[in-house]
């Protein structure tokens, strides 16, 4: 299981921080991600960090400005954002694929979401 908090309303310009608690399963062993999903598109991928967090992927668009990082010990995965524009509203997905997974599409774990909303 996948439980997101950390999300809210804020500012253009302004930073928020994400926080995925994984349990059951979900361990050290796992690729985590973080995807968002805005109303009338499709779900997309905006960062995922290996299980050693010696690797990190980001969409384009927030590079530079998000940050992945993640606590093995905790259980924890963080996303940092920073300088949020409005097209980062969206819900953000906490997911969770096993390290032996090649892609996204074998996840085995989503979080139910938590919602940004950037104001302008």
């Known amino acids: 299981q996948l439980r997101e908090s950390g999300g809210g309303l804020v500012q253009t310009g302004g930073s928020l921080r994400l926080t995925c608690v994984a349990s059951g399963r979900t361990d050290g062993n796992h690729v985590m991600g973080w995807f968002r999903q805005s109303p009338g598109k499709e779900r997309e991928f905006v960062a995922d960090?290996?299980?050693?967090?010696?690797?990190?992927a980001y969409l384009y668009s927030v590079k530079g400005r998000f940050t992945i990082s993640r606590d093995n010990a905790k259980n924890t995965v963080y996303l940092q954002m920073n300088s949020l524009k409005p097209e980062d509203t969206a819900v953000y997905y906490c997911?969770?694929?096993?390290?032996?997974?090649?892609?996204?599409?074998?996840?085995?774990?989503w979080g139910q979401g938590t919602q940004v909303i950037v104001s302008t």
């Open positions: 997911a969770a694929r096993p390290g032996s997974a090649v892609s996204w599409t074998e996840a085995d774990s």
């Open positions: 960090i290996g299980r050693s967090s010696n690797s990190a």
